[in-house]
Nanobody, 117 residues
């Protein structure tokens, strides 16, 4: 059974930092583009950052220079380091795996990030 399990969310003051982790099933991790998305009530889920199997990254404009995505292939884990957090970063953050051979998407259950002003 494929699983994505997020951790690391919580409450932080504006200007603070958090690191999110997503542990993925070994069966899919190495062949997947991994991503972090976020969603707030009443809004569509939006891409925050993605990292390819080769380590190439891309970011939403709103987080460039503040967030860093990375992957540890030995641990089947993707990370999102979030610095200089702003209240508008408050959302549920979801881990995503896009399996390259069939483009199937897997999602984690989400972790809440709340940034207080």
């Amino acid at each position: 059974q494929v699983q994505l399990v997020e951790s690391g969310g919580g409450l932080v003051q504006a200007g603070g930092s958090l690191r999110l982790s997503c542990a993925a099933s070994r069966s899919i991790f190495s062949g997947s583009v991994m991503g972090w998305y976020r969603q707030t009530p009443g809004k569509q889920r939006e891409l925050v950052a993605r990292i390819t199997t080769g380590g190439r990254t891309n970011y939403a404009d709103s987080v460039k220079g503040r967030f860093t995505i990375s992957r540890d292939n030995a641990k089947n884990t993707v990370y999102l380091q979030m610095n200089s957090l702003k209240p508008e970063d408050t959302a549920v953050y979801y881990c995503n795996a896009e399996v390259q051979f069939n483009l199937y998407n897997y999602w984690g259950r989400g972790t809440q990030v709340t940034v207080s002003s």
